[in-house]
Nanobody, 118 residues
Framework: QVQVVESGGGLVQPGGSLRLSCAAS????????MGWYRQAPGKQRELVAT???????NYTDSVKGRFTISRENNKNIVYLQTNNLKAEDTAVYYC????????????WGQGTQVTVSS
């Protein structure tokens, strides 16, 4: 009964920008951690950025200064503003929602493709 849907991916030239969005719906606890992960062909899924209800953020080193994560808590919506995109950023980007509590549950979206190429 929980759905996580991403959107906003596409084809962009190096140096360009995209704004990814994610909307979570269903029976989701109000206190949760939302974030973005990505997976390139032949590579493992990696953390990109996370954001708490208190708007504390965390980024992987490779995107610091270029990507910005934000959220709307009451709607369980999270965004990822990606600037100065590089070819190395090409991947399927996944949105995640982790509930805070015991036990903790993680929900995933279907992913949105980001391709950076000239």
């Amino acid at each position: 009964q929980v759905q996580v849907v991403e959107s906003g991916g596409g084809l962009v030239q190096p140096g360009g920008s995209l704004r990814l969005s994610c909307a979570a719906s269903g029976s989701i606890f109000s206190l949760n951690l939302m974030g973005w992960y990505r997976q390139a062909p032949g590579k493992q899924r990696e953390l990109v950025a996370t954001i708490t209800n208190g708007l504390s953020t965390n980024y992987t080193d490779s995107v610091k200064g270029r990507f910005t994560i934000s959220r709307e808590n009451n709607k369980n919506i999270v965004y990822l503003q990606t600037n100065n995109l590089k070819a190395e950023d090409t991947a399927v980007y996944y949105c995640s929602v982790r509930t805070v509590g015991v036990p903790s549950y993680v929900y995933w979206g279907q992913g949105t493709q980001v391709t950076v190429s000239s």
